[in-house]
């Protein structure tokens, strides 16, 4: 061939692929494919998106620093210790690229987020996904695989698509298990829908060594995916070395402008979790009592299980035909299920109701 060729471990990449947002020939769409919202962004996140209109001529701030200060006063932590990206997406990709590449391995679990995969293959290292437990992250599996060339596991906690939640203290038994030198990578995407009392994001982990990382963002709860912001806490060596590669001005104006103005929300999260949790219930017994399994979730999605893949297919064409779009799973390995994100309780009605008529018809 003829031409620049891409280096091999790019051509082995599956490249990502979005929730569906659009349905030909439908006028209203209901997309629950994403893990979005329910309530859509804050209205002063709006606010702040609007005023900033007339300076998008500016570069942003580099170091996101105002957003940075808001962010530690919201949680408690040194803004020095904080490092933003363009979702926690771009961070990922760094880390891997900074402590892996040829030669390195990365593990994650089985069905763990995708992007730890393609971020990784992308850095040249050998990805390993570890068997699971009941769709759960196995501590005992990840840590069979450690070898020499380890060099970053990753863990979402809860985990997407599964909605598993590990325990914090299976969680501290990991890090305990790894080599100091292997960097754990705690993803908390969606840490605010967590209601278990002992459940802790990354941060005691992170104050606790040189050799943890915790992933957040604006994407799910605070209704701001469309902008794009996501932010590590980590160690000073950890993020020194992110500010090194990331972005110059990765963050853009408004996305700065409207994170600040979301933590800032009054009752906004309260009031989404609360929302999240009765609803994601409620859906999950509407489905069970029409025979539909339904897979636990810590957070603002489950899984609903057809036990086959066929049927998994018929029921996501049901869905469909009634303008509502969920998320397929085969990418995942899960090819016999659905993952509904938790939206507006009319939304979660209309799925009840459809999901009724195909266990009923379909």
């Known amino acids: 061939m003829s031409g620049p060729q891409p280096r091999a471990e790019v051509m082995q990449i599956h490249a ?14 209901i997309k629950l494919s994403s893990n979005e919202g329910a309530f859509g962004p804050p209205p002063a996140a709006q606010a702040a998106f609007a005023k900033v209109a007339a300076e998008i001529h500016r570069y ?20 020095e210790r904080i490092v933003c990206g363009t979702g926690s997406d771009e961070l990922i990709q760094h880390l891997c690229m900074i ?36 769709l759960t992250a196995d501590v005992d599996a990840m840590l069979a695989a450690v070898s020499a060339d380890t060099r970053i596991v990753f863990l979402a906690n809860p985990n997407n698509p599964t909605g598993s939640l590990l325990p914090q203290s299976e969680v501290e038994r990991l890090r ?4 100091d030198e292997v960097l754990l990578v705690l993803d908390a995407a969606y840490a605010e829908y967590v209601t278990d009392p002992g459940y802790d994001a990354g941060v005691k982990l992170v104050d606790a060594g040189e050799n943890t990382v915790m992933l957040r963002t604006f994407s799910k709860v605070f209704g701001l995916g469309g902008m794009r912001v996501g932010w590590a806490y980590g160690p ?74 066929e049927r998994a297919a018929a029921a996501n064409a049901w869905l469909k035909s009634r303008g509502i779009i969920v998320r397929a799973m085969g990418t995942y390995d899960l090819p016999h299920c659905l993952r509904i994100t938790v939206g507006t309780a009319e939304e979660c009605g209309l799925v009840a109701d459809a999901l009724r008529d195909f266990a009923q018809h379909g």
């Open 236 to 309: 000073a060596g950890v993020i020194d070395a992110l500010n090194r590669v990331r972005g110059v001005f990765n963050v853009n104006i408004a996305a700065q402008a409207a994170a600040v103005a979301a933590l800032a929300e009054p009752g906004w999260v309260e009031r989404s979790v609360a929302h999240t949790t009765e609803w994601r219930e409620r859906l999950r017994a509407a489905l069970e009592a029409v025979g539909i399994a339904t897979w636990p979730s810590a957070g603002n999605f489950f899984l609903a299980d057809f036990a086959t893949a």
């Open 99 to 134: 402590y892996g590449g040829p030669g390195t391995e990365i593990i994650m679990s089985m069905h763990g987020f995708s992007m730890y995969q393609i971020a990784g293959t992308y850095a040249g290292s050998r990805v390993l996904k570890t068997p699971e437990r009941n």
């Open 176 to 179: 305990a298990g790894l080599p």
């Open 60 to 79: 942003p701030d580099g170091g996101s620093a105002e957003l940075r200060r808001a962010i530690g006063a919201r949680f408690g932590l040194p803004p």
């Open 16 to 29: 990502y692929v979005g929730g569906e947002s659009k349905l030909p020939g439908i006028n209203r769409v």
